[in-house]
């Protein structure tokens, strides 16, 4: 019974690409969440929805495009990709209370050639 | 700016030792949660304990303990009894209730934990 589930769990790409990223969870909260995890480990939220309304849209570059059809699924579309979009992809979710925590999914390790 | 901050990028502890992980934030909003997760090797986020601003006591959670000075401003994870699963990279992470952040995860740098037997 995957919590958070994103797929693919590897997508390796050539530069100028367009790709997209899926992320589903089953554990009924309101708050989805894309982070992106750096070479050096570093993570940076990208985007945060709350019933389906974008709420967090931090300075990532218009290329990035997510879409959440529904409370349980938030995608994430990437286009034109360049190397330094190199990394993993978390997504996450969580109830809207402060003192909930962010469940993960298992990420997505995007590589550009 | 750098909300959190992990001054140890890694260390090493023998097996059935204890291990305290440093974390120091940074926020001017009364109320906010302070997070860690263990991310091993195979890549995943695990949640490991939670420590709420107005809470009285430290958070405990089985091995899991948080030395929480909310004077200091930081929020120490102590791993009693350290097993070799536990090599891990963990992170701390704080989320605040300001108008502009929304209740969004700010992470540290991390800290790699190595347990040796």
């Known amino acids: 019974d995957t919590a958070v589930s994103q797929t693919p769990k590897y997508l390796v790409t050539q530069m100028g690409n367009d790709k997209s990223i899926k992320c589903e969870q089953n554990?009924?909260?309101?708050?989805m969440y894309w982070y992106k995890q750096d070479s050096k480990k570093f993570l940076k939220i990208m985007f945060s929805y709350n019933n389906k309304e974008l709420i967090i849209n931090e300075t990532v570059p218009n290329r990035f495009s997510p879409k959440s059809p529904d409370k349980a699924h938030l995608n994430l579309h990437i286009n034109s990709l360049e190397l330094g979009d190199s990394a993993v992809y978390f997504c996450?979710?969580?109830?809207?209370?402060?003192?909930?925590?962010?469940?993960f999914g298992d990420g997505t390790r995007l590589s550009i050639l | 700016a750098q909300k959190i901050t992990q001054t140890q990028p890694g260390m090493f502890v023998q097996e059935k030792e204890a291990v305290t992980l440093d974390c120091t934030y940074d926020t001017s909003d009364p109320s906010y949660g302070l997070f860690w997760y263990k991310q091993p090797s195979s890549g995943e986020m695990i949640f490991l304990i939670y420590?709420?601003?107005?809470?009285?006591q430290n958070a405990t959670e089985g091995r899991y303990s948080l030395n929480f000075q909310k004077a200091r401003k930081s929020a120490n994870l102590v791993i009693s009894a350290s097993q070799l699963g536990d090599s891990a990279m963990y992170f701390c992470a704080m989320r605040d209730w300001t108008t502009d952040s929304w209740g969004k995860l700010q992470f540290g740098a991390g800290t790699q934990v190595v347990v040796t037997p």
């Open positions: 420590q709420g601003s107005y809470d009285q």
């Open positions: 996450a979710s969580s109830r809207d209370r402060a003192d909930q925590p962010q469940h």
């Open positions: 554990l009924g909260h309101d708050t």
